[in-house]
C-alpha cells in the first residue's frame, strides 16, 4: 500500500469523536463529500476512497484553538491527536499542485475541526520520477563558494531597500575583502526601479569577479530574481552571463509552479527564501509543518532553503528550529539534498550549539548585524564568526578559545548578553 | 504620496506600544532591521522608508491571539488595532511575489506581535500597467455560457476521484440534458493516471459538444489543469482544441507567478479555485483578508473567483462570504472583474439573502448535492434552484413561488430546515 499512497500525517483538534474526524477527512479529500452521491460504489470506493492507517489521541483542551467549528456545545472539549492518512497515488499523479490539493484542500475550513495543521508526507517514487530535485545542493554550492569542511559564511545586504547598484556594489566589495564567502539581495530587494537588477549585477559581479581575479576566490551572491515566470529567466540569464553562481526566489510568493519552471531551466543553485513563512506555520494547530514543507521544496529542486536560526529574533522557539535542520539531512530519494540556511540573529555565538544539536555545519550561516555591527568593522565581524565555528568544530568552548581570538572576544563582549 | 505607494492596511495584535508596533512593521518591511545599520542615512530613509498612515486602536485581549510572542510580561494586556502603512512603489516596482514578500514577508513572524493579518492593498496603477486583469470576466464568461440575466448555474463532477472518463462524460451528458450551465471537475481531479485529463476531455465534450449542436447552447466545463506550467499550456491547448470553454487552476498550489504565466498565454476564463484557503484566512489574527487576497488575482487575470457559499458548510460565517462577495464587486482599474463563484451547501434556498445581500446575480452559482440529491433527479434539481432564483430576482418569497413551482417546493421540503 504505502509504496503505491501519499500518506500524510495531521495533527487535529475535534469535539466529534476521533475515528468519525478521520474518515471525514479521509473522504472529504478523496471519493467522499458532504451528502451520499449515487457514484460513489464500493467499487469505487475500494480503489478510491482514502484510508486512516493510524489514530494517537494527543491532549484535550477546553477551547478551540480555532475559531469556526460548529460543535453543537460549545463547551465540549476538544481531543488533539495525530492521524496519518494514505491517498491512492493513482488519484493525484505526480503533481505537486494536485497533491496539496489533496493533503491541505479544503481541510482547514472542515467546520467539524478546530485545528488541522498538516505535519508530514511520505510521497511514493513517481515524484522521484518526475520532479527533479536539486541540481547543485550542498556539494555543487560548495564547489562554487569554493568553501569546504566548514560552513559557508554570509551576509546579506543592508538596507534591504533604498541602496543604489553602486553603493550595494561598494558594500560587497568591502565584505569581500573582509573575506566573506556568501552574500545575499534581501527578500525586498528584487527588481525595483531604484535599483534595477541588471545594473545591480553589473556593479555587484564587476566587484566579485574583480576580487576573484585577484584571490582566486569568486563569492557566491544570491541575486533576488523573484518576479514572473519570464522575468526570472531574463534575470537568470543576466546573472549567469554575469559570471553570478546563484540565484533566489522567495518560495511562498512565486508559488510552486513558478519555482518548478525556473528550475527546468536554471543553471544556477536556487537560493530558497521562505519569506511569509509565519502564515504556514505560526500557529501550531493550522497550516504546515517545515518537514512537509521542505520535502516538496526538495522535489522541485531548490538547493537552499532557510530554516532561521538558533535564538532567532523571531516567534520561532529554537526546537522547532532544529527540527527544520535536522528534516534537511533526512534522506529523501537520491541526491534531493537542499543545504540549510541558517540564518536572524546570528553572530557566531550559536554555532556551538547549531553543530552539537543541528548534527552539521553543511549550511550557509548568514549573520547581517553580527557581521556589520561588530565593534571591529566587517571583516572582524565575519572573523569573530569563523573563530566561533573553529572553537565549536573543536569542541573547544567559546570563552576559552576567545583568549586567543580577539575578534571573537570582541562579539561575545557585544552580542554574548543575549546566549 | 498615495498615487506611489502600496498602501496595506493590517489587523494587529501587540502588547508593546501601537505606535513602536506599527513603526517595526514599517520597519522591518522596507528600509530597517533590527539593528541599526550604517548605511541607513536620512536621505535613504526619505526615500525608501515605509510610512505609518493611521493607527486605528480596536479591541484589547489578555490572552495573546497567537503563540511565539516574546513579550517582557505574559500578563500584559494586548492591544489590538487596525494600521495602514505606505510603501513606497519604488521599492517594490510592478512584481507581485516581491508585492508579497513586502506587504506579508516576515510579518507574520515578529515576536512583538501576537496577531498580523493582511486586510485590504491598494495598489499603484503601476500594476495595472504590468498585470493584465481577466481576459473575460463576467461578460466574457456569460457570453461563453450563453447565460445572460441570471446566474450561471452550475455543479462539481461528484464523486470527486474515482470516475474513469467515460463515468464522467455520462454524468456530464445527463447534467447537461438537465439544462446545466457549467460543470466543473473537482480540485482533487486533475491529470491522474485513472482519469487521464486528455482522455476525459475528450469523452467530456464529445456530449457537450454533441448537446450544444443539438441545442445550440454550450455547456461551460471547467477542466482542472492545474499542474506545473509547460503541463498546464498542455492541458490548455487540448481543451482549446477540443471545443472546451473553461480551465481551472488551483489557485494557492500553482502559485502566483505559475497563474501569471498561464495567463500570459491562455485563450480561456481561468477559473479560479481558492482551495487550501482556510490556511490563509482561518484564523481571525494571522494571514490575509479575501479583500486583499482577491486584488491580487484579479490584477493577475483570473476570470472566476471562488467565494464560499452562504449558509454553507464549512466554518466561514456569512459575514465574511459576504465580504468576499462584495469586495469582488469593488471597482478595480478599469474592466478588472472577476466572477465570484458561490458554492458549499447551495440548494437555491440561500438566493434570496444572496441577490439581497450580495447585490449581484453575475455570479456562477454551483451546487452539488442541492443538485444530485433532490428528491426528482438532477434535472429537477437543477429547475428548483433555477426557480429560487426566479423567485429571488422578482421579489417573491420562496414559499410563496413553491406554491406554483414544484421542483422548488421539494427542495424546500428536502433542504429547507437549514435555513
Not at 86 to 97: E, H, R, S, T
Not at 192 to 215: G, Y
Not at 399 to 413: G, I, S
Request: glycine content about 10%; overall charge negative.
Amino acid at each position: 500500500m504505502q509504496k503505491e499512497a501519499i500518506v500524510a500525517t495531521y495533527r487535529i483538534e475535534t469535539a466529534i469523536p476521533l475515528e468519525q474526524a478521520a474518515e471525514m477527512i479521509a473522504g472529504e479529500q478523496s471519493s467522499g463529500t458532504f451528502l451520499p452521491v449515487p457514484g460513489e460504489t464500493e467499487e469505487l470506493k475500494a480503489k478510491a476512497r482514502a484510508k486512516v492507517l493510524e489514530i494517537t489521541p494527543l491532549e484535550t483542551v477546553s477551547t478551540p484553538s480555532l475559531p469556526g467549528s460548529k460543535q453543537p456545545d460549545v463547551n465540549a472539549v476538544r481531543q488533539q491527536a495525530e492521524i496519518r492518512i494514505a491517498f491512492p497515488q493513482d488519484n493525484v499523479g505526480a503533481n505537486i499542485p494536485t497533491l496539496l490539493a489533496t493533503v491541505c484542500g479544503n481541510l482547514y475550513e472542515l467546520a467539524e475541526h478546530s485545528g488541522c495543521k498538516l505535519i508530514d508526507l511520505e510521497l511514493p517514487d513517481v515524484f522521484a520520477r518526475r520532479y527533479p530535485g536539486p541540481q547543485f545542493g550542498v556539494e555543487g554550492t560548495r564547489k562554487l563558494a569554493g568553501v569546504h569542511d566548514r560552513p559557508i559564511i554570509g551576509t546579506i545586504v543592508k538596507p534591504s531597500v533604498g541602496l543604489s547598484p553602486e553603493q550595494t556594489a561598494a558594500l560587497v566589495r568591502e565584505l569581500g575583502e573582509a573575506g566573506i564567502d556568501f552574500v545575499k539581495d534581501d527578500e525586498l530587494m528584487a527588481n525595483p526601479p531604484h535599483s534595477p537588477l541588471k545594473e545591480r549585477v553589473n556593479c555587484v559581479m564587476r566587484e566579485i569577479n574583480d576580487l576573484a581575479e585577484r584571490t582566486g576566490r569568486k563569492v557566491m551572491y544570491a541575486v533576488n530574481i523573484s518576479d514572473e515566470v519570464d522575468e526570472m529567466f531574463r534575470h537568470h540569464d543576466h546573472v549567469l552571463a554575469a559570471g553570478g553562481t546563484c540565484v533566489m526566489v522567495s518560495l511562498n510568493h512565486v508559488g510552486f509552479a513558478g519555482v518548478s519552471a525556473l528550475r527546468a531551466g536554471c543553471e544556477l543553485p536556487i537560493h530558497g527564501h521562505r519569506n511569509g513563512w509565519g502564515m504556514f506555520n505560526r500557529h501550531p494547530m493550522l497550516g504546515i509543518e517545515f518537514t512537509a514543507y521542505q520535502k516538496l521544496w526538495r522535489a522541485i529542486g531548490v538547493d537552499h532553503l532557510h530554516v532561521n536560526g538558533l535564538q532567532n529574533k523571531f516567534c520561532e522557539p529554537d526546537e522547532s528550529v532544529l527540527r527544520s535542520l535536522k528534516s534537511l539531512q533526512e534522506p529523501m530519494w537520491s541526491g534531493y539534498h537542499a543545504m540549510p540556511v541558517i540564518s536572524s540573529g546570528q553572530w557566531g555565538g550559536q554555532a556551538p550549539e547549531t553543530l552539537r544539536l543541528g548534527g552539521t555545519q553543511d549550511v550557509i550561516y548568514v549573520a547581517g548585524g553580527g557581521i556589520m555591527a561588530h565593534p571591529g568593522g566587517p571583516a572582524a565581524g565575519l572573523r569573530g564568526i569563523q573563530q566561533a565555528w573553529e572553537a565549536a568544530t573543536a569542541g573547544i568552548a567559546l570563552d576559552e578559545y576567545a583568549k586567543q581570538h580577539t575578534e571573537l572576544r570582541q562579539a561575545l563582549e557585544k552580542f554574548g548578553g543575549r546566549r
